[in-house]
């Protein structure tokens, strides 16, 4: 099983300033997607293939890495990203996901 | 708009069955790999399962594999999650979710059914 570790684990920024949430892999995977998760509400896809963006994602976030280690990055924090955020692969059975990141505002 | 709508979630005792069921709308069901992900209180996101356009194919992970049955009926749009000797460590959120164009991310999510194991 690849097991999907995501660092920090919580963290805080103030509106403006760039995040960056890095999720690395036990082993090699072909591409990582991210998913956002407000508070009380279902996940949202926000990033596919490594580094595309969903439909509607605001091009404030990017994706990037390849082999074991990926990034997801907001430019420019806004209050309304405040969530906890996930990795997920599906190189290899079974599909498993990072345990997440918790992103508050300053 | 895509609609996902789980129903048949609630309390059950441990060792026992419970069905859950997930209306689609909005979008071609058949078309489209299906799963359920679920979530334990205040825990991160699991994978449970995951079908195939025909149903002939099915995934799951070690943890609910031969006790968890995850089934489609393309005629209705609909999903469903037969889950079977039921554990206290299958509390949780169970979500049902599309798989998209690529297959292995999931861009559609439902508003999640809460599933309680306890006697």
């Known amino acids: 099983e690849i097991v999907l570790t995501q660092s920090p684990t919580t963290t805080a920024a103030s509106p403006g300033e760039k995040v960056t949430i890095t999720c690395l892999a036990s082993?090699?995977?072909?591409?990582m997607y991210w998913y956002q998760q407000k508070s009380g509400a279902s996940p949202k896809l926000l990033i596919y293939s490594t580094s595309s963006l969903a439909s509607g994602v605001p091009d404030r976030f990017s994706g990037s890495g390849s082999g074991t280690s990926y990034s997801l990055t907001i430019n420019t924090m806004e209050a309304e990203d405040a969530a906890t955020y996930y990795c997920?692969?599906?190189?290899?059975?079974?599909?498993?996901f990072g345990s997440g990141t918790k992103l508050e505002i300053k | 708009e895509v609609q996902l709508v789980e129903s048949g979630g609630g309390l059950v005792q441990p060792g026992r069955s419970l069905k859950l069921s997930c209306a689609a709308s909005?979008?071609?069901?058949?078309?489209?790999?299906m799963a359920w992900v679920r979530q334990a209180p205040k825990k991160g996101l699991e994978w449970v399962a995951t079908?195939?356009?025909?149903?002939?194919?099915?995934y799951y992970p070690d943890s609910v594999k031969g006790r968890f049955t995850i089934s489609r009926d393309n005629a209705k749009s609909s999903l469903y999650l037969q889950m079977n000797s039921l554990k206290s460590e299958d509390t949780a959120t169970y979500y049902c979710?599309?798989?998209?164009?690529?297959?292995?991310?999931?861009?559609?999510w439902g508003q999640g059914a809460s599933v309680t194991v306890s006697s």
């Open positions: 079908i195939s356009t025909s149903g002939s194919r099915t």
């Open positions: 979710a599309r798989h998209g164009d690529y297959g292995y991310e999931m861009d559609a």
């Open positions: 082993s090699s995977v072909s591409n």
């Open positions: 997920q692969q599906w190189s290899s059975n079974p599909l498993t």
């Open positions: 909005g979008f071609t069901f058949s078309n489209y790999y």
